[in-house]
């Protein structure tokens, strides 16, 4: 479990992160989702203890990261899967890394096969394309088969047998228990490994829940009736909001299309369609985080 | 107490990358030259010197000369061994890894000395066999291991220098990168060579006090200063540079 407790962060003048109060909970995976510069990177460096909260703190399972003993055994993590040193094999890289939490040689060449690096574990990273450095990333988050685990971008630059393969990976991580914590800009592909999201603009958190939430509270209800003004009365007296649309169009919310359907039938009213319009995730992502994007296109 | 574990990983990468595996030897190959060059030009000298000149003869100061190149070198051993992180980008994985940065520092520490010391007493010991041998070859005098200042030498010489991959090391943390922390290591300690140029109330400081000078002179038997002092004054400051480091290091964003 992670949790960040009104962790703030300033670099100088600018607000990185904003009073951020979040918990990430086991066996589920959580899509930390801003756009870019929204500070999620700098969350995440302050979960690791590589940059100091300016305020606030961020606990691994109850402590902070610079007071765990063996780091790599309780969380581990790929940030930059670039930051190799060009010289250095693929497996001194994880040796080390092994080495200094006393974590035995042999699992090193169990992450190396996992993460399918087995045939090129002799050669060294700076000959590595972005889709094997991503895989040694993986490799090294893994190698204390730690319960909790963040990926900074994990997909970023993968070929599509790459991206599947994480995905597969991050769900089967969450399905043995362990917390993830996964940061994208892309919705897109949240909505396909995510449980759970957590979306922050501006160094704010601006939302926090079950991934269906986030569609259903933008969901509309298309019903297209002879006796549209009628039925919107009706609707609305039912609690319903009702907003005309083209002719005999109504776009109801705060109704779901089988109540707007029954309630059809009680009154006798004829329905010529009953639609339900669901909002895409990409769609609720960019309505919430329209404000808070530090370079969007004039609009 | 510092896991071996972190310091075992400290020397898988110093292991594991060329430029530490090839400064190492090369410092020591290095110190062997220089002793053969000093102690040749030197010879060169001693057989159209005088008769004064003879007895005012300093033959391990004159031989051992090449110490103010190999110091550079072996200080630069210490700043790669935290600046190579920095360059390969890997301090913040190191980081990841080791939460705790004293202990990370404190093992770096350690290689550094586990590293310099035997690179430093092979690169001492080899500059004092070319060089006096190259003066006995000569005909110039020399000294031979029997005698006390030569066992200051052999001694005392390998811990000045590694004392000065300390100094290296600690660079390495305060300026974080290869570059500014080599040029500041070499320009520190290179700057008493102008010692003649310098105004007068500089010209005291850097042929006496400076840090490096001063431990060396007494080693090499030329000091002013007495032995505490001289050895003082160079503990003193690499423990200071250790210390900034440490304040550094523990406080900044990695």
């Known amino acids: 479990m992670i949790q960040l407790n009104a962790l703030t962060k ?18 589920l995976v959580t899509g930390f989702l801003g ?114 685990v963040v990926l900074d971008e994990p997909v970023n630059g993968l070929d599509p047998e790459g991206v599947r393969w994480i995905r597969t990976l991050i769900r089967g991580l969450a399905a043995e228990g362990r917390t993830v914590l996964v940061s994208s800009h892309l919705m897109s592909e949240m909505a396909v490994t995510a449980d759970r999201l957590v979306v922050i ?55 779901t299309a089988p109540d707007v359907g029954r309630l059809a039938a009680a009154e006798g009213v004829p329905l010529f369609e009953l639609t339900q319009r669901r909002v895409s995730l990409e769609d609720a992502f960019m309505e919430l985080t329209r404000d808070s994007v530090e370079y969007g296109a004039a609009r | 107490m510092i896991g071996t574990g972190v310091l075992r990983a400290e020397w898988t990468k110093f292991s594991s990358i060329r430029a530490t595996m090839v400064l190492a030897p090369a410092s020591v190959a290095v110190a062997g030259m220089l002793g053969w060059l000093f102690g040749n030009a030197t010879a060169g000298d001693y057989a159209v010197a005088t008769a004064q000149e003879r007895l005012d003869f300093q033959p391990l ?64 010991w080899l500059m004092y066999v070319t060089s006096q041998s190259t003066l006995a070859a000569g005909g110039a005098s020399h000294m031979t291991p029997g005698e006390p ?65 001063a431990a060396l002179q007494v080693v090499s038997g030329a000091s002013p200063l007495p032995a505490w002092a001289g050895y003082g004054l160079l503990a003193g400051f690499v423990a200071a540079m250790l210390g900034a480091a440490f304040v550094h290091f523990g406080n900044h964003d990695a």
């Not at chain 1, 990185?16 to 066996?27: N, Q």
């Not at chain 2, 390969?88 to 404190?106: D, E, I, N, Y």
């Open chain 1, 10 to 27: 300033r670099y100088g003048d600018v607000v990185a992160v904003d009073d951020l109060t979040v918990t990430v909970r086991p066996g």
């Open chain 1, 35 to 148: 756009p870019n510069g929204a500070g999620k990177t700098a969350t995440m460096r302050m979960i690791l203890g590589l940059d100091l909260p300016t305020s606030g703190s961020a606990t691994i399972d109850g402590r902070p990261h610079h007071e765990l003993p063996s780091p790599l055994r309780v969380i581990g993590s790929m940030l930059d899967a670039q930051a190799v040193h060009p010289q250095r094999t693929a497996y001194k890289h994880l040796l080390y890394l092994a080495q200094s939490n006393s974590i035995p040689a042999g699992r090193v060449a169990e992450v190396l096969d996992l993460a399918g690096l087995a045939d090129v574990a002799g050669r060294k990273a700076g000959g590595f394309s972005l889709g094997m450095s991503q895989r040694l990333g993986i490799a090294a988050a893994l190698l204390g088969d730690p319960p909790v």
């Open chain 1, 201 to 255: 603009g501006k160094g704010r958190l601006i939302a926090e829940a079950e991934i269906g939430e986030f569609t259903e509270t933008g969901s509309t209800v298309l019903v297209r009736t002879p006796e549209a003004a009628a039925f919107s009365r009706r609707l609305e007296l039912s609690g319903a909001h009702v907003q005309a649309g083209d002719d005999d169009e109504l776009l109801v919310t705060g109704m």
């Open chain 2, 61 to 124: 100061e004159m031989g051992m000369r090449g110490l103010y190149i190999v110091q550079v070198l072996i200080a630069a051993l210490g700043v790669l061994i935290v600046s190579s992180e920095h360059g390969g980008g890997t301090m913040r994985a190191s980081l990841a890894a080791v939460g705790r940065r004293g202990h990370l520092l404190a093992a770096k520490a350690g290689l550094t000395v586990m590293t310099a010391l035997p690179v430093s007493v092979a690169s001492v």
């Open chain 2, 149 to 213: 200042a030569v066992l200051r030498m052999l001694l005392a010489g390998p811990l000045v220098l590694t004392a000065l991959a300390l100094f290296g090391l600690s660079l390495g943390f305060l300026l974080r990168g290869t570059a500014p922390a080599v040029n500041v290591s070499t320009a520190f300690l290179l700057l008493p060579l102008f010692a003649t140029i310098a105004p007068d109330f500089m010209n005291g400081l850097l042929e006496v006090y400076w840090p490096n000078v």
